[in-house]
């Protein structure tokens, strides 16, 4: 029901997008977005954005990702500019529906030095 796209191969200051449809019931969730996870870590939130708009950002990557919704395509994106090699990590898209979490099936990120 979230079906997650975009990943990819980039070099160090390189850009990808992410995107993320949801279907089905859960689709009409307020809270959506996006976390990564690397080996041997926990996963960890990036960023993450409200149906009316309002948005948060782990530190890490302020100012250089930009998550957006539309929400008449029950869609999430996250914008990642100026990549580091440190960003590499497995994408998971993430809704809150009633208080449960629906993940994506995840997407790899690799930025390569």
């Known amino acids: 029901q979230l079906q997650a796209s975009g990943g990819g191969l980039v070099q160090v200051g390189g850009s990808l997008r992410l995107s993320c449809a949801a279907s089905?019931?859960?689709?009409?969730?307020?809270?959506m977005g996006w976390y990564r996870q690397v080996p041997g870590k926990e996963r960890e939130v990036v960023a993450l954005i409200t149906v009316g708009g309002n948005s948060t950002y782990v530190n890490s990557v302020e100012g250089r990702f930009t998550i957006s919704r539309d929400n008449a395509k029950n869609t999430v994106y996250l914008q990642m500019d100026s990549l580091k090699p440190e960003d590499t990590a497995v994408y998971y898209c993430n809704l809150v529906y009633r208080a449960k979490d629906y993940w994506g099936q995840g997407t790899q990120v690799t930025v390569s030095s």
């Open positions: 089905g019931s859960i689709a009409t969730g307020n809270l």
